[in-house]
């Protein structure tokens, strides 16, 4: 499968795609930007190929509307219960009110450290880990956000935490901590969190790293393969199953979205990359795989 490219190269660095019902259609982020995008339903595509669309660009003439946030990073957004969203920040999470306007909550550490990717948890709790600027082994985390405002770290000695997803009935999560080539599993229990992490699937063979993820209705893995220019469908088994090739290698993260949920859309960076490497690099792309995303969603503070 090859993905179609559905907006211009509007971000220097593409992550956290999710489509939900709260906001109306798909927002990602420009991570070290510090801003939020959101694409119209309207620029989405519809049961058939964007391939003859043009390029979504940039409100006011395009269909994709940037918003900033107060923090010079955004790494992950997810809808809240009630309207609005939560967010993580560079140090951090915040809280989005139904109008639009973004409270931050007190840093949770000082050092040369982010938040990276995230997930809603099935009690409600909000997920994140982070990563060392320096992306130096062991100096990461994960962060658990209570509807309450409570924050306590799950657990340490991560180093790229990236794609986090739980399955549909809740008991576990899939995760990447991307300097071990693997997808792994983990039980879930609103009590102690993530916990009984074991691989799924070792993914060292493959061209690029594994970056984000998602789920599909059946349960299976989608994963974002960084520098690899695809997405990886992995069976129950963690085999691959299907590949969708991408027109930008820096995979970034994917998501399920539409009004059927049968769309993947695809995040790609171009962080790193020289003025006029990879011009493709920083859009979103999108594709339909013949499977749909869960009907469900998760949001923080159910």
């Known amino acids: 499968m090859l993905a179609d490219r559905i907006t211009d190269s509007l971000c220097h660095h593409a992550e956290g795609p999710y489509w939900s019902d709260t906001w109306g259609g798909l927002r990602w982020v420009d991570m070290l930007a510090g801003d939020l995008l959101h694409l119209d339903p309207s ?7 964007t391939a003859a669309r043009p390029l979504a660009t940039e409100a006011p003439k395009g269909a994709v509307t940037r918003i900033p946030t107060p923090s010079s990073v955004v790494a992950c957004v997810r809808p809240a219960a009630g309207g609005g969203a939560v967010l993580a920040l560079e140090k951090g999470f915040a809280l989005e009110d ?3 306007s973004i409270t931050e909550l007190p840093p949770l550490w000082e050092e040369d450290v982010r938040m990276n990717e ?10 994140c880990g982070s990563m060392a600027y320096d992306q ?12 309450d405002g409570t924050t306590t770290k799950l ?5 790229i935490s990236n794609g986090l997803a739980f399955t549909a009935d809740g008991a576990r999560a899939f ?13 879930w229990s609103d009590a102690d969190g993530l916990v009984a992490r074991r691989p799924f ?29 695809q997405v990886l469908g992995l069976d129950e088994h963690g085999k691959v199953a299907e590949r969708v090739a991408v027109g930008a290698r820096q995979v970034t993260a994917c998501t399920f979205g539409g009004e059927d949920r049968g769309t993947l859309f695809i995040t790609t960076s171009r962080e790193n990359l020289a003025e006029g490497e990879d011009p493709a690099a920083g859009s979103l792309f999108a594709v339909r795989p013949g499977v749909h995303g869960p009907a469900e969603e998760l949001v923080f503070g159910d």
Do not use: K, Q
């Open 201 to 229: 699937a070792d993914l060292t063979a493959e061209d690029g790293h594994p970056d984000g993820l998602c789920l599909d209705a059946a349960g299976n893995v989608w994963v974002a393969m960084h520098s690899g220019g």
């Open 118 to 127: 995230g997930a809603i948890a099935p009690d409600g709790s909000f997920l």
């Open 155 to 159: 657990f340490g000695d991560l180093t």
């Open 136 to 147: 130096r082994p062991g100096a990461a985390a994960m962060w658990r956000l209570l509807p």
């Open 98 to 100: 139904a109008d639009g």
């Open 43 to 49: 620029g989405t595509v519809g049961s058939g190929t």
């Open 175 to 187: 995760y990447v901590d991307t300097p071990t080539g693997r997808v792994d599993v983990l039980d």
